[in-house]
């Protein structure tokens, strides 16, 4: 069973720095984009950002450019997401997502994707 387990949401003041952690167990996601996407209450879910198979290319959201870092490590099948100069509506509940296709580049496309995790509250005070 395909499994994507985020963690390392909370808490935080406007300003600060967070680090979001996904963990796949189930299959290797190592030849497949990975993505964040992010949805706040009563919004629709958006784009965060995108990492290509190989880690060698990035996308990002217009709303978090220059302040998130999107990485990934295929030997430990997990990606990451840094978080900083954090604003308050960055506060969402933040989603890591499996890619389709294999070889595949960075993509801001929900319907790209095939597997999703349960999500990490993140919260940024004012």
């Known amino acids: 069973q395909v499994q994507l387990v985020e963690s390392g949401g909370g808490l935080v003041q406007a300003g600060g720095s967070l680090s979001l952690s996904c963990a796949a167990s189930?299959?290797?996601?190592?030849?497949?984009?990975m993505g964040w996407f992010r949805q706040a209450p009563g919004k629709e879910r958006d784009f965060v950002a995108s990492i290509s198979w190989s880690g060698g290319r990035t996308k990002y959201g217009d709303s978090v450019k220059g302040r998130f870092t999107i990485s990934r490590d295929n030997a430990k099948n997990t990606v990451y997401l840094q978080m900083r100069s954090m604003k308050p509506e960055d506060t969402a509940v933040y989603y890591c997502?499996?890619?389709?296709?294999?070889?595949?580049?960075?993509?801001?496309?929900?319907?790209?994707?095939?597997?999703w995790g349960q999500g990490t509250q993140v919260t940024v005070s004012s």
């Open positions: 997502a499996g890619g389709r296709g294999a070889w595949s580049g960075p993509d801001s496309r929900p319907n790209e994707y095939d597997y």
């Open positions: 189930g299959r290797s996601f190592s030849a497949y984009a």
